[in-house]
């Protein structure tokens, strides 16, 4: 029996985010676009964001979370629906989705009522599969870093 890889590296296709559906693409505009909304709320409703980072001690101390919570999605969002820079966007919505999903709404707890715990897992869960497959087809990541052959 022999371990040696049944295909070479070299007669392998290249596979790139371009080769993903189009449902894929029409699902990372909506992700960016529900990010950039969201932020615009935080925005508009900043005090109430800043006493729920009030309610944990640690976090106390910091007045201005709310308004680069609010940047970071509005901006992140845009990116993200655009398909610019889409993994480094991602990876700065990663901190502040773990923070709302393990800081601040869990504590209404686990279950089927708190549907912002819900909402913010989903959209975690779908920063991270972006993160793996990349921003597809449609982007400015694929129209600019693509290498033509």
Request: proline share 4%; with cysteine.
């Amino acid at each position: 029996m022999e371990l040696t890889p049944q295909f070479s590296a070299a007669s392998r296709p290249d596979r790139t985010s371009a080769g993903n559906p189009v449902w894929l693409d029409a699902l990372r505009l909506l992700l960016g676009v529900f990010l950039l909304i969201k932020g615009l709320s935080f925005l508009d409703h900043s005090t109430d964001v800043y006493y729920l980072l009030s309610q944990q001690q640690p976090w106390a101390d910091l007045k201005k979370t709310s308004l680069f919570v609010s940047f970071f999605h509005i901006v992140g969002g845009l990116m993200i629906a655009t398909g610019t820079l889409t993994r480094l966007a991602l990876m700065c919505q990663l901190p502040i989705l773990l923070g709302a999903v393990l800081l601040v709404n869990s504590q209404n707890g686990f279950n089927l009522a708190n549907t912002e715990l819900w909402t913010s897992l989903l959209v975690l869960l779908l920063c991270l599969m972006f993160m793996i497959v990349g921003p597809g087809r449609y982007s400015v990541d694929n129209k600019v870093f693509r290498q033509t052959k």
